[in-house]
């Protein structure tokens, strides 16, 4: 399972195949990148989706019309939560936070004086 009771999720990919209840019974419908809030759990794979998402019907018999989506399968979602203290984000590992790029940048640049000192001095000390 993907998602959690009160899970808000990404419904994934755009434009995926999704079952509607349009009233007279299951359809077809074509739902597009949306974020939805999931309810109950119905059955081993489908979760209420506590406010209807408005899709396009297609009936078997080609006719088109609007309709509701109001359960969706867990497979085609992805939750968006908190990942907690112990989640690490790639971005920060490769190139640090904000402040730790200022503080490095900071001490290079207080390195860079020492060293100018450094040899100042030296070429004191050595005439």
């Known amino acids: 399972m993907n998602c959690q009771k009160g899970d808000l999720a990404r ?3 755009p434009g995926v195949k999704a079952e ?6 299951w359809r077809k419908g074509l739902l597009i990148d949306k974020i939805v809030r999931l309810g109950e759990l119905v059955g081993e794979q489908r979760w209420v989706i506590e406010e209807r998402v408005p899709v396009k019907i297609f009936s078997p018999c080609g006719t088109s019309a609007m309709g509701f989506l109001t359960a969706i399968s867990d497979e085609i979602l992805r939750p968006i939560r908190n990942p907690g203290p112990e989640a690490t984000d790639e971005t920060i590992q490769r190139l640090g936070t904000p402040m730790d790029m200022r503080l490095r940048m900071r001490l290079e640049n207080e390195l860079a004086k020492m060293n100018d000192s450094l040899d100042q001095l030296e070429k004191v000390l050595t005439r």
Do not use: E, L
Request: aromatic share 0%; glycine share 22%.
């Open 11 to 13: 419904v994934i990919p």
């Open 20 to 25: 509607c209840d349009c009233g007279c019974g």
